[in-house]
């Protein structure tokens, strides 16, 4: 896919409305690293098609990082999955057990929403593609944490049974894992990581309902594609469903 940056440049601000919205409104000038922004609150995290993602000052680690590939490689696919990858695999460094990946953007841990990815893509205007890759990780949530739509949510603290590693340890034990992902990804795209990724797919052969905007398809887990689409299994065979604007449910 030709990308070419490992270094990373980070800033950490006290406070910013979202992460994922200044890099991709402002984003920084390339200077041949990958650029992350951390903050310490986000005023207007967010999530997919409109979602809000809930953070907590001191309790939530919340950051962006840019990706830039070199001049005409084609819209990366499976990049979502991919990062759900890096993180779920930091996540296991640090000894959490029960990690797993909802597709297509979800950390869960025992089932539980530990943290979510929220990828954009850079408008093109001329310049090389380029992706903004955006995590929500829950340390400690509130008890009065009040998130709508998820009843199954979970924090790293609960996770590890203790005091979670503070946010600048936890952020050099994510990036590394990145570094490794881009590593691989560069060369060989998501089918290289495919198979991790269904490693640790929450749903694998389980019954799931694929919600749209007006229509929900049911069927069966049958993993995910080379271009990280869900197969979905149903009496009609085997389906390639895009995550464009569909969420996972149980049945
Ligand atoms: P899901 O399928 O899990 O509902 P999604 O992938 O379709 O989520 P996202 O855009 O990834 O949606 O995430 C936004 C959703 O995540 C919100 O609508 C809310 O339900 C949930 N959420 C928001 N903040 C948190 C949080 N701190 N921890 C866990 N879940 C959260």
Redesign the pocket.
Known sequence: LGARAHDFAIEWVACCDSTNARLVDAPPTDDGRVHVLVADRQTAGR???G?????WEGA?LTFSLLWRFAPGTPAPAGLSLAAGLALARALEQLGVEGVQL?WP??VLVHGD?LA?I?VELLPMRGRPPAAVIGI?L?LRLPADAA????AA?ADLGGALGGEPPSRPALLAAILGEFHRLFETYAVAGFPALRGAWEQRNAFADLPVAIRGESTTLCGTCAGVDDDGALLLRTGDGVQRVLAGDV??RPL
């Open positions: 999530g997919r098609r979602r809000q993602w809930l953070s939530s909802k953007n979800d929403k979510g929220l929500g829950n998130i709508p739509d998820q949510v969420s996972l």
